[in-house]
């Protein structure tokens, strides 16, 4: 698990790097990657498809980056674009279009429906996250209208 | 008010760069707003879409209006921080129009990094990424995505630099990441080509899209929420064609 860990980790420094993430930030950001590839590869481990384990990442990576965006009073996305890359399903898509070419319509139709929800997944994840700290940080500041 | 034509100028350009380094939308209208805000305006109404920015002002009953539209855009995080700072600490530091427009020209010259340690960086985690999906991958497949990868980065600039439609671009640059995999594979310096390929595939989905998509229609921008998922969708069907149609031919060709 340490070693998912570090390759997530590794990966999303990379990425950190070409989208000229700030010094301060660009190690929070990966050590969200970094837990966020560890819960999927756990979730992968414990026979769940990987819908459901990109979900549970997607979920884990996006906590952290909110409370780093808290803590250090900056904006989400500066944490959370780096991180969210390793869970982006590219091996689907390559795979998908594999068993297109091999004429295995059967097996093509499945891993793209696969790919599509793993997206899906994501960005449900993203969205269950950051609108409840919203909707707490609202009701605590009492901002309502 | 005579500076008002300096104001509105200045917001816009604080919304442009914003935007131009795929900031969320709701950022770069609080940006914009705060701007004006700071320099005395106070009815100010803005409509920013991923591309265009629309800036309506009424001061003593006369209204200004500017539009700015947005062409290029490339993540540059460094940028969206130090602009969300600088719009919010005006007031805090009393800065004057001409002191904001000097911050503000600082934070454009902020480049970012020299292109050969992007290349570098960024080779070196998509062969990560082929290990972590691939298990069995061993440190050659990590060489040969590592310098498929440098080829497709500097084929990637090259092509954004001319503004090749983002379809065209993202279906080039997996031909040619697909047909070196091929290559390699069949002159026997890899094994298999699934590792190369989803290793270096990851330089080109459309993570930042997907994530920004998602991040607009949360906070109501559902407009370039929309836009944005049909950038994604664009380049993950160019990515699939290109990568179809160079297996498509090296199968025919015999070359797997």
């Not at chain 2, 062969?127 to 310098?147: S, Y």
Request: hydrophobic letters at 50%; aromatic letters at 10%; a neutral charge.
């Amino acid at each position: 698990m340490i070693t998912e860990f570090l390759l997530g980790f590794i990966s999303c420094l990379g990425f950190g790097y070409i989208f000229n993430c700030p010094l301060k930030a660009i190690l929070k950001g990966c050590i969200a990657g970094g837990f966020g590839w560890a819960a999927y590869k756990m979730m992968l481990g414990f026979e769940q498809g990987t819908i459901i384990a990109t979900f549970v990442g997607a979920l884990v990576l996006s906590i952290i980056c909110e409370i780093c965006a808290r803590v250090y009073k900056d904006a989400v996305t500066v944490f959370a674009l780096p991180a969210i890359l390793p869970l982006v399903p590219g091996a689907g898509l390559y795979y998908t279009m594999l068993y297109f070419i091999q004429n295995n319509y059967d097996l093509a139709l499945s891993k793209g429906i696969e790919t599509l929800g793993n997206a899906v997944a994501i960005a449900i994840a993203l969205l269950i996250v950051s609108s409840i700290t919203r909707f707490i940080f609202k009701v605590i500041r009492g901002i309502h209208h | 008010m005579k500076e008002i034509d300096q104001i509105l100028e200045l917001s816009l350009e604080a919304g442009r760069m914003m935007l131009e380094s795929n900031s969320e939308i709701y950022r770069a209208e609080e940006v914009i707003v705060n701007i004006c805000r700071a320099f005395g305006v106070k009815n100010i109404d803005v409509f920013t879409l991923a591309t265009c920015i629309y800036l309506s002002v009424n001061i003593e009953g006369h209204t200004y209006t500017r539009i700015r539209r947005i062409y290029q855009r490339e993540t540059n995080l460094a940028r969206i921080s130090k602009i969300n700072d600088l719009s919010r600490s005006i007031v805090k530091n009393h800065y004057t129009l001409d002191q904001f427009k000097e911050k503000l020209s600082d934070v454009e010259s902020c480049q970012g990094l020299p292109n050969w340690q992007r290349a570098l960086t960024i080779s070196a985690s998509c062969g990560v990424f082929g290990i972590m999906f691939m298990p069995k991958a061993n440190w050659i497949d990590f060489i040969v995505t590592f310098i498929i990868t440098c080829f497709t980065y500097y084929l990637m600039q090259f092509l954004k630099k001319y503004e090749m439609n983002a379809f065209i671009a993202n279906a080039l640059l997996a031909i040619l990441m697909t047909f070196l995999a091929s290559m390699c594979v069949s002159f026997g310096i890899v094994r298999d080509i699934d590792t190369i390929v989803i290793g270096t595939i990851m330089i080109l989905v459309p993570g930042v899209a997907v994530t920004n998509a998602v991040r607009d229609i949360i906070n109501g921008d559902i407009l370039s929420g929309t836009i944005r998922t049909v950038e994604a969708l664009i380049i993950a069907l160019g990515i699939a064609f290109g990568v179809g149609l160079t297996l498509f031919f090296s199968n025919i060709g015999g070359l797997l």
